[in-house]
């Protein structure tokens, strides 16, 4: 584990962008710069930071950390579904097939927890007992665990916009997805969520809920995107987590980084305050650390993201596949 004096130092060479000219135009999306290459696209990790909607800020060596965890993902589940991963050419690239990405993102959920409108817990305990159509019993507490998980569709936010939670029913009346791929996906989210689950348990963390996102390639389902890291799912640490406890758990994911904005009276509206290097080590810290435990891996950094270099990897790469 680095130390925080190393990451507090490491601070001031955080990625925000990646620019490699010679591979065309560049699509910047939240947390990656994106590129075409030959009949497949180039995910190029930054250290930008996004919550609320937002970017935020930069975080050093998250984008490494997100993108090595992810492939490490990849391969503890490609037996369970295929994904979009092509090869891993340099710490901070990860070269994908192109993919038809399905409309609907797909949430699945091990406790009733969470604070905003359209979270589970809100609705239970405004006295919904069906949210977003799921039927839950009487009695459950904030951050109980659910009977069973459960899935809650979402479309994919596109634009800025915020995404739309949506029913299983909806899913299958919009014809967003044929009905028998859509039975696929809900037990393929489902294994997957089983085999988060086990691997977060051995790492001393709990896997609260997460986001899959799907699509076809030559008309089969693939994973895309990323998978079970610190911003695409919720972690608890274990020994932090008392069932009926009025306590909070201690979060392990981008809740932490979301708690300091809003501890600041920050909650997306406006100008954000900056975050201090101490801070910003202390998340740094944290995805690290999630690294770690569930990979069983010391994190080793490689170079910070530069365009010659990088340009230079995806050549090599492209020589030897040709």
């Known amino acids: 584990m680095l130390s925080l004096e190393e990451l507090i130092n490491a601070v001031p060479l955080a990625v925000e ?12 999306g939240k947390v990656r710069d994106i590129y075409r290459l ?44 295929g ?16 993919a038809q990405a399905l409309p609907v993102e797909v949430i699945v959920r091990g406790y009733i927890t969470g604070v905003t409108k359209t979270s589970l817990w809100y609705l239970y305990a405004r006295g919904e007992r069906r949210p977003y159509g799921i ?7 904030k951050n109980d665990p659910l009977p069973q998980p459960v899935i809650t569709p979402t479309t994919k936010a596109t634009g800025g916009a915020h995404d739309e939670r949506l029913t299983r029913d909806e899913v299958l009346e919009r014809g967003l997805v044929p009905p028998d791929l859509w039975e696929q996906i809900e037990e393929v989210a489902l294994a997957l969520f089983a085999r988060g689950q086990e691997i977060a348990r051995r790492a001393g963390l709990i896997l609260v809920d997460t986001k899959y996102e ?7 389902l693939v ?16 020994e932090t987590y008392t069932p009926g406890s009025d306590r909070e758990p201690e979060n392990f994911d981008k809740e932490y980084l979301r708690a300091w904005f ?31 435990r569930l990979t069983g891996q010391t994190f080793e950094p490689g170079e910070q993201p530069a365009a010659d270099r990088i340009a230079r990897a995806l050549r090599a790469w492209a020589g030897a596949t040709a």
């Open 17 to 28: 962008t990646v620019d490699v000219p010679e591979l065309g135009t560049k699509t910047q």
């Open 38 to 81: 030959d009949g497949r696209r180039v995910l190029i990790t930054t250290d930008r930071v996004s919550a609320f909607d937002r970017v935020l800020g930069v975080i050093p060596f998250k984008g490494q950390v997100l993108n090595q965890l992810s492939a490490w993902w990849f391969e503890q589940t490609h037996d369970i579904v």
């Open 83 to 98: 994904n979009h991963m092509v090869e891993v050419p340099d710490p901070n690239v990860m070269v994908v097939h192109e």
């Open 135 to 141: 039927p839950l019993p009487e009695g459950l507490r």
């Open 214 to 220: 799907f699509g076809l390639v030559d008309g089969e």
């Open 223 to 238: 994973l895309i995107d990323e998978i079970h890291t610190p911003d695409s799912s919720r972690y608890w640490i274990a």
């Open 262 to 292: 809003a501890a600041q009276g920050y909650r997306g509206d406006g100008t954000p305050p900056a975050m201090p290097p101490h801070f910003i080590a202390q998340v740094a810290q944290r995805y690290i650390a999630a690294y770690e």
